[in-house]
């Protein structure tokens, strides 16, 4: 089995619960505290990983057919001195004709989507205990996250998330990004589901996003679909020392981005 049952108890070094009732106010906060410790070790694990990013935006017409896409494709590597970047690997033409991409857009992909809530995350989010659940063979505790507050300009996940009850860490999150600021009030942003799997044996990434859904503006509702993959997961391992915090050059990134319709 994908876990390991010890009599009536779920057993987590140095803790254990009573898998026959739900836990208590306290074990719950427990929990919280340790799949946030646990959330930002994994964020520091992946800052030290390379991997490929496959995203594609579809505007759906009649039938489902697509009727406008955006794609763009990357590697998230490490340059000779050490330093994380983004370089863009494909970026056809955007033929979007209804939808506009826009800079939320792109925080959503970059941080929303492959949402981690660490320790240092918990004062800004609201955290509510929902009960024990399996995702696939997984017993997860699962949660509902909003934000308890928003500052303008930054983007926030507001949704479910489903815990691992044994290595207490995301192993699911479906929601969506949202955010405060008068550049939003005509932006309307798509429900999606995450998926991440174990990377290595200890930490789980994610891989999969994928989101199907109707964004209602007030010119008419549109029909989208979008899928993120993220592929080929390695460790990178280097003499030189890792740089992180700028983790893509904006003005660089600006020339890469698909044009905007």
């Known amino acids: ?10 057993t987590v070094p140095g803790w254990a619960i009573d898998q026959n009732k739900e836990p208590s106010e306290q074990e719950v906060q427990e929990i919280i505290s340790r799949f946030a410790a646990k959330e930002a070790e994994f964020q520091q694990a992946r800052e030290r990983y390379t991997y490929h990013q496959k995203y594609r935006f579809d505007e759906l017409g009649s039938g489902g057919r697509s009727a406008g896409k955006l794609e763009m494709e990357a590697d998230i590597v490490f340059t ?8 863009v690997t494909y970026a056809p033409m955007n033929t979007l004709q209804m939808v506009q991409f ?3 857009d792109e925080q959503d992909i970059r ?9 240092k995350d918990l004062p800004n989010y609201s955290i509510r205990y929902l009960g024990r659940e399996n995702v696939d063979e997984i017993t997860c505790f699962s949660f509902a996250v909003k934000p308890r507050k928003m500052i303008e300009g930054q983007r926030y996940f507001a949704g479910l998330i ?3 009850d044994r290595d207490m860490q995301i192993v699911k999150t479906y929601g969506r990004g949202t955010g405060v600021g008068k550049r939003l009030t005509n932006q309307r942003f798509p429900k999606f589901e995450t998926y991440r799997e174990q990377i290595d044996g200890k930490y789980w990434f994610p891989t999969y996003t994928v989101s199907n859904d109707t964004l209602n503006f007030e010119s008419g509702p549109v029909p989208i679909k979008m899928v993120l993959t993220y592929k080929d997961y390695k460790q990178f391992k280097a ?4 740089t992180f915090g700028d983790v893509v050059d904006e003005k660089k990134d600006e020339k890469k981005a698909p044009p905007k319709q």
């Open 1 to 10: 089995m994908r876990y390991l049952m010890l009599g009536l108890l779920l």
């Open 102 to 104: 826009t800079p939320e």
């Open 239 to 242: 003499e030189s020392t890792i």
């Open 111 to 119: 941080n929303v989507q492959p949402f981690v809530l660490t320790t």
């Open 80 to 87: 000779a001195d050490g330093k994380r970047t983004e370089r």
């Open 162 to 164: 489903w815990v691992d």
